[in-house]
């Protein structure tokens, strides 16, 4: 395994700066969407629709810099940087944010760090799905709804976190091969 270089850091911190300020957008929309469906008694979903978004972070730094702890790494100063841009959430960001970031870690940890490809994003997407959706049955009390509900919230927040962490870290990992900003064994 390689380990830390000075454009790693820097390539993470980049990453981090331009994820966190994705997250902090996307506060505002949170709202509205959570408003559109609280009258359905739907409102959970506005979080499980849009955490694949606030999770890319990790995947996305995990599948390019390939270095263990880089997932932890970028989900958390992702989380710093909507901090400190004024997040809704504000410093109960860093929690959730270090909880993502372990949550994407343990996929490429559990391939040993050794294969980047689609089964390790998918590993990367469950892992976070379940981190996650675990720290939101005891912070967001959803243990408190009914087994068919909570089915679906977690279904939901897998299809979420595999599209934003899984699809589109794979197409932009892509692009940045292509575009000659990482090496072609980086995809």
């Known amino acids: 395994m390689k380990g830390w270089h000075v454009r790693d850091i820097i ?19 949170y709202t509205v969407l959570a408003a559109a469906l609280a009258p359905a008694g739907l409102q959970p979903l506005a979080n499980e629709l ?4 606030w999770v890319m972070a990790g995947p996305l730094a995990g599948f ?13 100063l992702g989380a710093v940087v909507e901090m ?8 109960s960001t860093l929690i ?27 590993l990367s997407s469950l892992t976070t799905a379940i981190v996650t ?7 967001n009390g959803y243990a408190s709804y009914h087994l068919g509900f909570m089915a679906l919230l977690f279904v939901v927040r897998l299809l979420s976190i595999f599209f934003f962490g899984g699809i589109l870290t794979k197409l932009i990992a892509n692009l940045l ?10 995809h």
């Open 84 to 91: 400190f841009f004024g997040g809704i959430w504000g410093a």
């Open 11 to 29: 390539f993470v911190t980049i990453l981090a700066i331009f994820m966190g300020t994705i997250f902090f957008v996307t506060g505002p929309l």
């Open 50 to 53: 849009l955490l694949g978004i």
């Open 177 to 186: 091969v292509r575009a000659h900003v990482l090496p072609s064994t980086a």
């Open 133 to 139: 959706f675990g720290w939101d049955m005891i912070k």
């Open 96 to 122: 959730s944010g270090a909880l993502q970031g372990i949550g994407s870690e343990l996929g490429f940890a559990f391939t040993g760090y050794k294969h980047y490809g689609w089964f390790t994003l998918a």
């Open 64 to 76: 390019i810099i390939r270095i263990p702890g880089s997932a932890t790494l970028g989900e958390f």
